[in-house]
T-cell receptor
Framework: DAGVTQSPTHLIKTRGQQVTLRCSPK?????VSWYQQALGQGPQFIFQ???????QRGNFPDRFSGHQFPNYSSELNVNALLLGDSALYLC????????????????FGPGTRLTVL | RKEVEQDPGPFNVPEGATVAFNCTYS??????FFWYRQDCRKEPKLLMS???SGNEDGRFTAQLNRASQYISLLIRDSKLSDSATYLC????????FGAGTRLAVHP
């Protein structure tokens, strides 16, 4: 049973460029959440996708956008990269519980380490 | 004020020691609570959920006090392999993480 996978593992970009990160959820999961973890900090919630729609969003600018595909995989896009976007980007998958709209336990992928020069 | 606050650490303890981590959260509407463990340059992994009745998993005990909005994690008989960063996490239909407390267990 494959866990959450992310690609690429590492990425180096320059300021102003655009980047796309990819995530495949754990088998049986239908919800994908994205987090940004800066060095020495805890992960910060970016947004969550369910049924190919953004369910909720954290305090991130519009430069951060995403998409979820019919197979539940997801992409995170960041435009006009800034030095401050350098971080570990984590994808977490879970099973959306309709009752009470609570998401189930989230399982994290290994992350994509983005460096912006 | 941060939504989830943890002891800054780092905690440096000898093997066999008992160590306690504390965490407070600001939003009383928080739905569920967790401790995650994160090894250096790895992804966070769920260590345990936290319930008001308290729960124990081997050497690990977690406790939640909703009235005080306080969460704790106790590790007994520390092992070298317990060295990691421990993240206090609150679920508000999205996970809100504390900054983490680093634990270093030495021989």
């Amino acid at each position: 049973d494959a866990g959450v996978t992310q690609s690429p593992t590492h990425l180096i970009k320059t300021r102003g460029q655009q980047v796309t990160l990819r995530c495949s959820p754990k088998s049986g999961h239908d919800t994908v959440s994205w987090y940004q973890q800066a060095l020495g900090q805890g992960p910060q919630f970016i947004f969550q996708y369910y049924e190919e729609e953004e369910r909720q969003r954290g305090n991130f600018p519009d430069r951060f956008s995403g998409h979820q595909f019919p197979n539940y995989s997801s992409e995170l896009n960041v435009n006009a990269l800034l030095l401050g976007d350098s971080a570990l980007y984590l994808c977490a998958s879970s099973l959306f519980r309709l009752a009470g709209a609570l998401t189930d336990t989230q399982y994290f992928g290994p992350g994509t380490r983005l460096t912006v020069l | 004020r941060k939504e989830v606050e943890q002891d800054p650490g780092p905690f440096n303890v000898p093997e066999g020691a008992t160590v306690a981590f504390n965490c407070t959260y600001s939003n009383s509407a928080s739905q569920s609570f967790f401790w995650y463990r994160q090894d250096c340059r790895k992804e966070p992994k769920l260590l345990m959920s936290v319930y008001s009745s308290g729960n124990e998993d081997g050497r690990f005990t977690a406790q939640l006090n909703r009235a005080s909005q306080y969460i704790s994690l106790l590790i007994r008989d520390s092992k070298l392999s317990d060295s990691a960063t421990y993240l206090c996490v609150v679920n508000m239909d999205k996970l809100i993480f504390g900054a983490g407390t680093r634990l270093a267990v030495h021989p």
